[in-house]
Structure formats: structure tokens, C-alpha cells
């Protein structure tokens, strides 16, 4: 166990269900700090660079075209295990399969409208935090 930072992304359908606030207040009850956070509107280069490991999979035109119709939140979360407990609070990628409790099984539509993003490991995190935040912007 240890002190982590992990890159959250409130997804547009999150914004459009207005539960920005509900998930801030499951990351603090979870024990996460937002340490960063703001809202922008990706344009398409910038989600598919977000998304470049998925960019041979089906399903990435698709998901780039929902992640950039609307604004996101991008916020950097902090705490014990952050990465694992931010996957933890957020549920699997398909809210169907997704625990009772967790924000993908209350609010997401389907497996690709699923209102939040987590990084996935220590790399990723570290990749993900520094494509949307600088140094000064993140409040440890
Ligand atoms: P994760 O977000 O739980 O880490 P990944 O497998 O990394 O899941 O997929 C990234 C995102 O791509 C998902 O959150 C979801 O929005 C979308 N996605 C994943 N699998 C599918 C699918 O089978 N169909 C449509 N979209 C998908
Ligand atoms: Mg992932």
C-alpha cells in the first residue's frame, strides 16, 4: 500500500445525468482527495491520443465520437492505492457486470457510455495525469 495519484475522467454522458457532484462526493467517501480538477471539451486528436492503446479495437471511432460530444471532468485523485480504489468505486467497464453500489452500475448506459474513466496502473496514471495536467496545477 501506498500514497497514488490516478487520473479520473467524468465521461459526457456524467455531465449530461448532471452526477458531477455524486461522484466527487464517492471519491472523497472513498477515501480519494481531488488534488486536481477541471472541465474541457477534447477535441478528436485529443481523445484519440487519450485512447491510443484501444485504437485497433471496434469499438474506437465509436468511443471517440462519445468522448468528445460534451465537456468531461479530468481530475487528478490522491490516496492510499488510489488507482485500484478508484477502479473499485467506479465498477467494471460493463455496468451490468458491475457491483451494487459502484458509480458504473448507478449511472452508466451501457459498456462504452459507463460516465467514468480510471487509470489502470501506475504507468498509465502517470501517462494520463501528465496528458491533461501540469505540475502547478495538481495540489498534492
Ligand atoms: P475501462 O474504462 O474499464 O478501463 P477499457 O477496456 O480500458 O475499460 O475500455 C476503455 C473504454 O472503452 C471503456 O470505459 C468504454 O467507454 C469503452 N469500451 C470498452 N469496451 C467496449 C465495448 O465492448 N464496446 C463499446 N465501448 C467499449
Ligand atoms: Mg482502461
Redesign the pocket.
Known sequence: MSIEQTLSII?PDGIEKNVIGECFQRFEKGGLKIVATKMIHMDRAKAEGF?A??KE???FN??VE??TRGPVVVSVLEGENAIAKN?EI?G???PAKADAGTIRKDFAS?????T???S?GPETAKFEISYFFEKNEIFS
Open positions: 465521461k485512447y492503446v484501444h479495437r471496434p469499438f465509436s468511443l462519445f468522448m477502479r467506479m467494471a467497464t460493463d451501457n459498456i462504452e457510455e459507463n467514468v474513466h480510471g489502470d
